[in-house]
């Protein structure tokens, strides 16, 4: 029996398209933007290091983007447990890359880690990161969709 038959054409022969890796990238994108600013605007406004700050930042971003995963396929009918599961089958790598990457830049950029909310060096440095990360994220994404890993395993329970 070909058990290919059921899988979308073009997760079938390893590859995915470029369109469906841009929609993963941003998916996991808006969930750890939104995860990310918000810590850094709690950690910056209450006056704490960069340590605690960073290290809250990108727990939000991947409480927020494993966050859109599992609302989406707890819709779809799957049970709390299994949901947990695809999200982080289908998350963990992407905001892994994405974070890493956007904080890096952050961190590489000459007085970003010490400016101000106010500072318009703060949120150059925090979105210029989101779109690096989004170009370096985007062909892992590609890549992995294309094996049946990362976002691939959401779409099996769409």
Do not use: Q
């Amino acid at each position: 029996m070909d058990h290919t038959a059921h899988e979308p054409e073009k997760h079938r022969h390893g590859t995915a398209s470029w369109g469906t890796a841009v929609k993963a990238t941003l998916h996991c994108l808006t969930g750890c933007a939104i995860g990310e600013i918000l810590g850094m605007v709690i950690g910056t406004a209450a006056g704490w290091g960069n340590v605690p700050t960073m290290v809250l930042a990108i727990g939000l971003a991947f409480l927020f983007g494993y966050s859109f995963t599992l609302f989406a396929v707890l819709r779809a009918g799957l049970d709390l447990k299994a949901a947990i599961r695809v999200a982080l089958a289908a998350d963990t790598v992407s905001i892994a890359v994405m974070e890493l990457v956007d904080n890096l830049i952050i961190a590489l950029t000459p007085g970003a880690m010490d400016a101000e909310l106010s500072d318009g060096l703060f949120w150059y440095a925090l979105l210029g990161g989101f779109a690096v990360a989004f170009l370096i994220t985007t062909p892992v994404n590609k890549w992995m969709i294309g094996r049946g890993k990362g976002h691939a395993v959401v779409h099996a329970h769409h």
